[in-house]
């Protein structure tokens, strides 16, 4: 694998918590536009392994390179700046805007400027162009000017990727996006993702093991906080080790 290839490289991470290693010397290499997904048995360490790698946790040993750039120790914001963002950290957090306003307060926040907030109509005209273009993007049109709160489950998910994507990321980190979904909304987002992935990269944790097949160019499968497999999902998921971990949780 050629080095420019690679945007994300984590080596020997490891996180400690008061004598428990939850994740243990995990070496993790995500290649520049594809999806990736993390996935593994109930506490296998997924998600704090996404913590470590958006710094919402230190790690206690380990490096991680992003796009060649050494990033351990930088704040979340500082990563979402270079454009590593986890969708979800950057929410609809304004439940009782519309939802093209909050993907605008997105777009504010790309700016770096809250005085945005005085700036003439002129310029907050721009902004709702461009929100409208994310939110047409992510299916949300017919949806523009209801607030959020008032959106079906499944739709502020694709609205959490609108307002993500208004921060322009060069690579998108998905907690469980189809966490809670039904069956078409699944499919919606799981369409979705696979759009917004043509130019960027994606890494994803997803307990939905068809969606994982239908969408990951790469797996790494975590045990007990450690890398168990990794590879192509026809690969990984006849490995002995990898169905013996699902089958002795008895987590599908």
């Given at each position: ?40 048995p ?24 992003f ?51 005085w ?79 043509r ?9 939905n ?13 975590l ?30």
């Open positions: 694998m050629a080095e420019e290839e690679v945007i994300l490289e984590a080596t020997g991470l490891t996180k400690e918590f008061k004598g428990f290693v939850a994740v243990k010397n995990v070496d993790l290499r995500v290649r520049r536009h594809t999806i990736h997904a993390l996935i593994g109930n506490g296998a360490g997924k998600t704090t392994c996404f913590n470590l790698l958006t710094h919402f946790l230190s790690p206690t040993s380990g490096r991680i390179h796009n060649g750039r050494d990033i351990t120790g930088s704040s979340p914001a500082a990563i979402a700046r270079m454009g590593l963002v986890r969708s979800f950290q950057i929410s609809a957090v304004f439940p009782h805007l519309s939802v093209r306003e909050n993907v605008r307060v997105a777009l504010q926040r790309k700016l770096r400027n809250s005085f945005y907030f700036r003439s109509e002129r310029v907050l005209d721009r902004l709702d162009e461009r929100a409208l273009e994310l939110v047409e993007a992510v299916g949300l049109t017919p949806f523009a000017e209801l607030p959020a709160v008032e959106l079906p489950y499944g739709r502020k998910r694709a609205l959490e990727i609108a307002t993500t994507l208004a921060l322009d990321p060069e690579m998108m980190l998905l907690d469980e996006p189809m966490a809670g979904l039904g069956q078409e909304d699944i499919q919606r987002i799981a369409s979705l993702i696979r759009t917004v992935s130019n960027r990269t994606v890494l994803m944790v997803e307990h093991m068809s969606v994982v097949a239908d969408l990951s160019n790469a797996i790494t499968v045990a007990r906080g450690e890398v168990l497999a990794e590879g192509p999902y026809e690969t990984v998921s006849k490995n002995p080790l990898v169905v013996e971990a699902y089958v002795g949780t008895g987590h599908g």
